[in-house]
């Protein structure tokens, strides 16, 4: 361990040292801009792909201090033809992009299919612009894995009365699937809180009757599989090595239980009526087996951000981190899921924790 904190610290010194040194160049590299081609498939709906350009790193947007007016660089390709093959069928050519109505969306150009993606489909994409030339790149959709079961372990319980009944608590569930033997699979879990409709208090104008079930997302230092990807270093070093993305590297063709565990999770509850409605809240699972362009994408994401390769990169003591894509122009990324959405109400819990809270009180 001291060997491993010696050689970082004479690394981030040597990182200090470097950084003090600053020269102006031109780099010699290609500038010509290229199609840029994304589209995120998810299985059951329309494909749509994004399609824009590629630009020189000093033509981006900036802001005209003398003028008082800001510069953006408009990067759609309104003028491209969009096909799309499943296997070698051509299923469908879109050559007019669609208009985005929301204002963070307008700098974007959207080609959107009638085709709606299905498991197993070879789907590729081939973009041909007159003024950016073409992009073509290929994924398959992957099939959906299916949760068995769900078991929910609450620990740690405590309710505080500040007005209402807020109840703190260690929550901890255990999803268990079993993974296709055979394949290499990919796997991504997303956690998101859901509740009833408030309701209003007839003797009290413009308050309402609730149950809010609140959580800071899943903690991924708690399922190993989370942190497969991540070396000792970066464990040591970043203090979370975890994202809920994993291959099946550990598990191919095992029955598993993925430990997930929420961060700070509490319920809200202002239910004075005991109104039993109210307390259907809980949490909506989604569990997605994703493409391996899927997995890199946002692996190589986690590396840039969290890893010390990265970190050592940036100070010039390792080699750069360079990007991913599938596409033929090297920008852009073809990606799929297949999802499996799963509701776990904790009304039994609620209900019961309050009840017992309020026996105790009596």
Same mark, same amino acid.
């Given at each position: 361990?001291?060997?491993?904190?010696?050689?970082?610290?004479?690394?981030?010194?040597?990182?200090?040292?470097?950084?003090?040194?600053?020269?102006?160049?031109? $780099?010699?590299?290609?500038?010509?801009? *290229?199609?840029?081609?994304?589209?995120?498939? #998810? /299985?059951?709906?329309? !494909? %749509? &792909?994004?399609?824009?350009?590629?630009?020189?790193?000093?033509?981006?947007?900036?802001?005209?201090?003398?003028?008082?007016?800001?510069?953006?660089?408009?990067?759609?390709?309104?003028?491209?033809?969009?096909?799309?093959?499943?296997?070698?069928?051509?299923?469908?050519?879109?050559?007019?992009?669609?208009?985005?109505?929301?204002?963070?969306?307008?700098?974007?150009?959207?080609?959107?299919?009638?085709?709606?993606?299905? $498991?197993?489909?070879?789907?590729?994409? *081939?973009?041909?612009?007159?003024?950016?030339? #073409? /992009?073509?790149?290929? !994924? %398959? &959709?992957?099939?959906?894995?299916?949760?068995?079961?769900?078991?929910?372990?609450?620990?740690?319980?405590?309710?505080?009365?500040?007005?209402?009944?807020?109840?703190?608590?260690?929550?901890?569930?255990?999803?268990?699937?079993?993974?296709?033997?055979?394949?290499?699979?990919?796997?991504?879990?997303?956690?998101?809180?859901?509740?009833?409709?408030?309701?209003?208090?007839?003797?009290?104008?413009?308050?309402?009757?609730?149950?809010?079930?609140?959580?800071?997302?899943?903690?991924?230092?708690?399922?190993?599989?989370?942190?497969?990807?991540?070396?000792?270093?970066?464990?040591?070093?970043?203090?979370?090595?975890?994202?809920?993305?994993?291959?099946?590297?550990?598990?191919?063709?095992?029955?598993?239980?993925?430990?997930?565990?929420?961060?700070?999770?509490?319920?809200?509850?202002?239910?004075?009526?005991?109104?039993?409605?109210?307390?259907?809240?809980?949490?909506?699972?989604?569990?997605?087996?994703?493409?391996?362009?899927?997995?890199?994408?946002?692996?190589?994401?986690?590396?840039?951000?969290?890893?010390?390769?990265?970190?050592?990169?940036?100070?010039?003591?390792?080699?750069?981190?360079?990007?991913?894509?599938?596409?033929?122009?090297?920008?852009?990324?073809?990606?799929?899921?297949?999802?499996?959405?799963?509701?776990?109400?904790?009304?039994?819990?609620?209900?019961?924790?309050?009840?017992?809270?309020?026996?105790?009180?009596?």
């Amino acid at each position: 361990m001291l060997k491993i904190i010696f050689h970082l610290t004479i690394a981030a010194l040597a990182a200090v040292s470097l950084s003090s040194c600053y020269t102006d160049f031109e $780099p010699d590299i290609p500038s010509d801009p *290229v199609l840029c081609l994304n589209s995120v498939i #998810e /299985a059951g709906k329309p !494909v %749509t &792909v994004d399609l824009s350009r590629t630009w020189r790193y000093s033509d981006g947007s900036y802001y005209d201090f003398d003028n008082n007016k800001n510069h953006t660089l408009d990067t759609r390709v309104m003028d491209a033809s969009v096909s799309l093959y499943v296997g070698d069928v051509l299923k469908e050519t879109v050559d007019t992009p669609d208009v985005p109505t929301s204002a963070n969306q307008r700098d974007r150009s959207f080609y959107s299919f009638d085709y709606v993606a299905c $498991p197993g489909d070879e789907i590729r994409l *081939v973009a041909v612009s007159k003024k950016y030339g #073409e /992009a073509e790149g290929s !994924v %398959t &959709v992957p099939h959906p894995v299916d949760i068995e079961s769900i078991d929910f372990t609450p620990t740690s319980v405590k309710v505080f009365n500040w007005g209402y009944p807020n109840i703190e608590f260690d929550c901890a569930f255990k999803l268990i699937f079993t993974d296709p033997a055979g394949t290499r699979d990919f796997y991504r879990v997303t956690a998101e809180p859901y509740r009833h409709e408030m309701i209003p208090n007839p003797d009290k104008p413009g308050d309402y009757y609730f149950v809010d079930f609140r959580f800071n997302g899943i903690d991924c230092n708690v399922e190993p599989l989370f942190s497969e990807h991540a070396g000792i270093l970066d464990l040591i070093m970043s203090g979370s090595g975890g994202m809920s993305l994993f291959t099946d590297r550990q598990i191919q063709g095992k029955t598993y239980p993925l430990d997930i565990s929420l961060s700070y999770p509490t319920v809200v509850v202002n239910n004075p009526e005991d109104i039993d409605s109210l307390y259907d809240a809980g949490v909506v699972f989604r569990f997605c087996s994703v493409s391996e362009s899927y997995y890199t994408y946002f692996l190589l994401d986690w590396v840039m951000d969290n890893s010390v390769g990265s970190n050592l990169s940036e100070a010039g003591l390792s080699d750069l981190v360079e990007g991913y894509s599938n596409v033929s122009t090297r920008a852009g990324i073809i990606c799929a899921f297949s999802p499996r959405e799963y509701r776990y109400s904790l009304r039994d819990f609620i209900k019961n924790t309050v009840a017992d809270s309020n026996s105790d009180a009596e």
